[in-house]
Nanobody
Framework: QVQLVESGGGLVQAGDSLRLSCAAS????????MGWFRQAPGKEREFVAR????????YYADFVKGRFTISRDNAKNTTYLQMNSLKPEDTGVYYCAAKWLVAGSQSSEYNYWGQGTQVTVSS
């Protein structure tokens, strides 16, 4: 069982930056592909970014390309989402997720989820 705990959300203005963190409880964190998803009020959860278990491969949703960066520090069992040039439409609850070794961009592929952290971007 893997527990994931997100942090770093908050209320910011458009154009600001935030860095989300996701700490994992497992000693084999390096074997998990990690993803970030978000859910806005009244909308379905959507894919934001993912990173391979070694960290060498990243993939982003089109709407965050050039603004968000996913990374991981396997020594700290943590994955990050650096969010720059935030927009009001980025508002939502952000979730990190984990899957053993390989994962794509579908939420159904991931086995473990954090509780989420709220990001609110005002205009």
């Amino acid at each position: 069982q893997v527990q994931l705990v997100e942090s770093g959300g908050g209320l910011v203005q458009a154009g600001d930056s935030l860095r989300l963190s996701c700490a994992a409880s497992t000693r084999t964190f390096y074997n998990y592909a990690m993803g970030w998803f978000r859910q806005a009020p009244g909308k379905e959860r959507e894919f934001v970014a993912r990173i391979s278990w070694r960290g060498g491969t990243t993939y982003y949703a089109d709407f965050v390309k050039g603004r968000f960066t996913i990374s991981r520090d396997n020594a700290k069992n943590t994955t990050y989402l650096q969010m720059n040039s935030l927009k009001p439409e980025d508002t939502g609850v952000y979730y990190c997720a984990a899957k053993w070794l390989v994962a794509g961009s579908q939420s159904s592929e991931y086995n473990y989820w954090g509780q989420g952290t709220q990001v609110t971007v005002s205009s």
